[in-house]
């Protein structure tokens, strides 16, 4: 891999001191500063960083597609030529024909009322003149290059019919049409499942040796960056901070920005008892107001008087790397432990209290599509949920884990009381929960609370941090009115926000900071449940570690029980003392968190953990790939709802028969292939 | 080595202090150009009504000179078919041209909430049941409508109120439930009802706020497109009867003489114009400050 590096051709985008500035209503925002890099034919290089750190504006920057205004210095070299003075013609010449792009959301790149077809066809008939027929026959090789089986259907399909991989796919074949010199993936699998992701991250490597593409990809993921990068470069607050081969930047990085970044990312290994997580304090500063000398001493473990004050260059270090700290020779990774083991020593010792909270008895729950008032008929029903048991202890952590459509969220607000049951039971501290939200005295919803998914619409924002917390202290009564002003503060300092936040409005905290709220907000009522509805899945790598700390700590200081769930398996695992994996409104497997993460699996949990891509590219996992995507949950599967995926599968018995329960010391997989068998197959492989 | 870094930090000002999403809206109104045109011809409009008729020694009904004396020092917009000043007239008329599609358009936008957030947020039969009434209702041309209300319950400045209010009523109903329907699926609502929130509260204060911004746009075309309604039914003689200067009966019953004397149905038509484009304008002043989003 390193030797590619070497081998790899001209350069075909060069940034030289690339400055770049947002010039707004209320303020101006020195987006990238100072930003040189290179990119060579045949090579994947990759940008890291937390969010807000510039990575996506200077790939903008790339092809000049910036919002008026932006002021830009410096020089951006693509092929040779300057495109910094290049005409609006020129540029769009340029955009069309020599640089692609793949963005975060395929369903949003698409065009929703064209089919595939006539989209591709679009960019060649414009760009290359051809005739519809010539671009229909180099549409379909190029679905067909990027691994698209069924490529005349899915050209005649619109982009909903399509799965988010598939949408994906084409999008890539998209760019690819024009041959490219370079292609720009921003972020192209974080909306992805693990499968899918891997399936995709696979591709743009084929590609990459096909095509001798140069390809920019951005990432916060430092998994996806090490299983597909030559080279990498870790921008941070606007700057690069460090540069290195992926080989190097992973062995031994030189900044400890690079450094604390590895160490946020919960993996497989670890679990809470023995591990706590680093999570990098602080967040990246706002641009438009930076801190003295480095940028990142504020948060940096290893800061010294001399870091606040001079401005550390880019220096090179030999071997073609280089870095911003001025003591890189420092940065090492066996000190680092040593420090973080010391400093974040709080050891949680839980002990499993084995009183029953929340009990769950073949929960189901299901949907009747909207009809109108004078539709004729009813639908079939969605099955989102189909027959689900599962108990949650005192103080206890349920961690609940699956591809998106499993049913995951339906669960949990259902528990909620915001979803209706259709059969089953819930039981909730000695109490029937088998009525909506409305209904439920304050007793029981002051003690069940929860945290959503998405920051950016969990808080009202047309209101203030202040009121946003003080209505749950009013409404569920648990201070008197003199002393809700201190409830307040006590619980923006139990999320780590000072006094300062009260009077700020959604707009103006980060990601991190609203979730921080929204967490607050529910502690507010001194829950003994929190459902935790993928709080951290749409955040970056440390902030999640951060958020996942309090949580944890909040958790052990409230005594209070959660549901979480999460589709990455890794923070599953780092977090619960008991794991369910669901599949298609089914449970597959329950148990405690070490059972569950040993052999045997359920094929469908085994499926999930190799998906799960390792930030260490020294290792390469045998991967299993699953065919198809999730079937629809109004008519799921007969028998085992895994078969039509299943690469275990044994025969008609998994097509007629619901799968039998087979446990072991509360360890629950439900599958017809015998607890033994699946342990040695398992155990052989691995 | 490295060459000189640019200069971007000196460039950087303290970062913002927190703004509510109003106050920034508002600030970014105030910058618009169009939008203050808008402002600056209602408000010239304002003025006018509340001085405009005591400038002048007659009121709206006594005949102060002889019929269609052309524009002077004396008249300063010459006078109507009895010898009235169309100068007091017209800025009289502006009383009525602005306080009756405003308040109107108020009415309009009060009754459409209450019927959109109910029908938006409950949803279910009550919803299925209102809106296809307001699809009934929406099916007539406006103007007709107004015609039925009006020729039902006779004309007068009050009746018009009504005959607007009703009539704007069912588009804004339809605009307040896409919205609600949007915003109750958010979490925060979901996070209301989980701290026990009663459906009220949570219409009022975690909805309503969020797409006050849309309404208010919606309202200002609406007024614009009530001024020229109002206008209308003036010209047809089922505004605010006589002798009180209604803009739309002015030109009414200017029209029979435009040849001869062209000020008398002209100064009412800009007028009407004038007001209605300031509100277009404030409207689409407001979308691009950022009102709508």
Sequence with gaps: MGENRRQSGMPVIEMKNLGIEYVGAFTRTPAVRNLSLTIHTGEVYGLVGESGCGKTTAAMACVRYLPKG??????????GKSILGLSDSELRHLRGNRVAMVY?????????????????????????????????????EMLERVRIGDAERVMRSYPHQLSGGMQQRVLIAMALLLKPALLIMDEPTTGLDVTIEAAVLDLVDDLRREFNTAILFISHNLGVIARLCQRVGVMYAGEMVEEASVEQLFKSPRHPYTLALLR???????????????????????????????????????????????????????????????FYDQVDPVAFDAYLGERMATQRQAETEHERLLTVRDLKVYFQPASGLFSIGKRPMIKAVDGI????????????????????????RTVAGLNPITSGTITFAGHDLNQPVQKRPRSILSQLQMVFQNPDSTLNPQKTVEQELLRPLRLLGVVKREQESEAISQLLKAVNLDDTYRQRYPAQLSGGEKQRVAIARAFAGRPKLVLCDEPISSLDVSVQSTILNLLLRLQQDYDVAMMFISHDLGVVRYLSDNVAIMYLGTICELGRADQVFTPPHHPYSEALLSAIPIPDPTVRQARIRLQGSVPSPTNPPSGCRFHTRCPR????????????????????IYCHIPWEELKSAQTTQA | MESVSIPARTLVRPAPRPMSLTRQRIIL?????????GIVIIVIWIVLAIIGPRLRPYSYTDFAAKPWTSPSAAFWLGTDALGRDLFVRVTMGARLALVVPTTAVALGVLLGSIVGLATGYYGGLLDDIVMRLIDVMMAFPMLMLYLLIIYAIGPSAINV????????????????????IDLRTREFVAAAQLRGESGWYIMLREILPNISGPLLVDACVRVA???????????????????????????????????????????????ISSVVIAFNLLADGLRRAGWVD
């Design chain 1, 70 to 79: 932006t002021l830009l210095t410096g020089e951006v070299i693509f092929l």
């Design chain 1, 104 to 140: 975060q959301d395929p369903l949003a790149a698409l065009n929703p009322s064209l089919n595939i077809e006539s989209q591709m066809a679009e960019i060649l008939t414009t760009h290359e003149h051809i005739s519809a027929r010539a671009a229909h026959e180099l549409c379909r």
């Design chain 1, 264 to 326: 946020c990312i919960p993996s497989l290994g670890t679990d809470k008892r023995t591990h706590s997580l680093w999570s990098i304090p602080g967040r990246v500063p706002p641009l438009s107001s930076l801190p003295p000398g480095c940028v990142f001493a504020p948060r940096c473990p290893l800061a010294q008087p001399q870091c606040t004050e001079h401005t550390p260059e880019l220096q090179d270090i030999g071997q073609g790397r280089r870095t911003r700290c001025m």
């Design chain 1, 389 to 412: 048991s599962f108990d949650i202890a005192r103080s206890g952590t349920l961690g609940i884990a699956g591809e998106s459509g499993c049913g995951k969220s339906t669960t949990a």
């Design chain 1, 649 to 668: 599968k044994v025969g008609a018995i998994c097509e007629q028969t619901p799968p039998p329960a087979q446990e072991r010391e509360g360890h629950i």
């Design chain 2, 29 to 37: 109104t105030l910058r618009n150009p169009m939008a203050v045109l």
């Design chain 2, 161 to 180: 109120i009504i005959a607007v209010a009703i009539g704007s009523t069912p588009g804004i109903a339809r605009l307040v439930r896409s919205l609600t």
């Design chain 2, 225 to 271: 497109y009530a001024i020229f309604a109002t206008g209308s039914l003036g010209f047809l003689g089922l505004g605010v009867p006589p002798p009180f200067p209604d803009w739309g009966q002015m030109i009414g019953e200017g029209r029979g003489w435009v040849l001869m004397v062209p000020w008398a149905p002209l100064w009412p038509l800009i007028a």
